[in-house]
């Protein structure tokens, strides 16, 4: 039995929670609070970042991006692509995600709505708000054109690409931040493809348990769980 | 032949260089300044950032990640490690240098001194030197505690964190500001194990090209070619 140390308000645990289920692989989870510096989970991991994946022989792998990449190596689930180019291409995609769309968008809107109130209480700050709210019209936009070209994100096939994605857009859902039914001035919607996409990743059962998740004193937007939002 | 667009004075291209050369892997290079955001590379890469690697069929291979993962994938070096648990190991200790000591070190030394000049011309300001002093202590008393264990920064064997490790380190030395020869308070070396490793790392041929790099209108510090500094 595996075990992750994890929050979950953290998009990086959230894809490491989707990648070991979308290979079925078993785990118990254990919830840490890293900007508390507790000294047990620093002593795991002297970087301070969840998520932390314990092996059965008690070792522990630190970082989303090698917990990910450790998972998919051990199964046989080819979630990083079939070739090398093809894993250069969703390697390019999860990165895109897990640095740029979080640093542009999931820290501004998820920062000021959720992680300051875990980490000093603080209130939202509509200036970053209103940052965040327009950074990520580009990001939906690039989804939108890459989901007119291939199935999903990174090629025809569903792979780490959607996990990344999936799992910084599933954070911002539950506070309501993600734009879905925007239009453009004659009305038309303007993210179809990406709420589509989205529709289809929230229906797997990988994702299930995420949207099961309460935050404390947080209420989830009400489509948060919604399968037809 | 591949195609390495790349910046001399950028951390992340110094380790796609390495990996290429290590690797007996052919290539030219392209020097970009991205943040001009240039229409012909935002279209080769559209988050922006170097590294990019054409290959000699033309296709593109954006950022340091993909780019060095890919070189690994298609040779036949282990510079990942030998099984997926050492792979994770490797990956995190990347991840340590290209994320944590470039956002707490690289950014505020290099920053100030190098980028600053590029980007907008500016003057450093001693806050942000003071800063990255400050943080490159931790950072090289760890890199003292994993050599003092192993005697590569991820294993007993050379591996894709040494290069990112001395990727960051090396645009530091070039303006003089790894602090090499520091003492404790009865004169004792603080960073004796990892000057030696650097200078391991220094004297591979995969490092001679860049340590012949130089940057416009800025000398290097004088021990910066020297590989018994």
Tied chains: 1, 2.
């Excluded at 109130?117 to 019209?137: C, E, H, I, V, Y």
Aim: charged letters at 25%; aromatic letters at 12%; a negative charge.
């Amino acid at each position: 039995m595996f075990t992750l140390h994890h929050h979950p308000a953290n998009p990086f645990s959230r894809k490491a929670r989707i990648v070991l289920a979308e290979n079925g692989l078993e785990f118990t989870l254990i919830e840490e609070e890293p900007w508390k510096r507790p000294p047990a989970f620093l002593a795991l991991n002297p970087a301070g970042e969840i998520p932390v994946l314990e092996e059965p022989s008690g070792r522990a792998l630190c970082g989303h991006r090698p917990v990910c990449e450790y998972i998919a190596e051990i199964t046989s689930r080819p979630l990083m692509g079939y070739d090398a180019f093809e894993r250069a291409e969703v390697r390019r995609l999860c990165d895109w995600f897990d640095e740029k769309f979080y640093k542009e968008v999931t820290l501004y809107l998820a920062g000021e709505k959720i992680f300051k109130r875990l980490w000093n209480g603080g209130a939202p700050d509509s200036t970053f708000l209103r940052a965040g709210k327009q950074n990520m019209t580009g990001h939906l936009n690039y989804t939108e054109w890459l989901l007119k070209h291939r199935k999903w994100l990174a090629s025809e096939t569903f792979s780490m690409a959607d996990i990344s994605a999936a799992a910084q857009l599933s954070v911002l859902d539950y506070v309501g931040e993600v734009p879905w039914d925007k239009t453009d001035e004659n009305g038309q919607p303007l993210y179809e493809e990406t709420k589509n996409w989205y529709a289809r990743i929230k229906s797997r059962p990988s994702f299930k348990p995420l949207l099961a998740d309460r935050l404390a004193n947080l209420v989830p937007a009400p489509h948060y769980t919604n399968l037809d939002f």
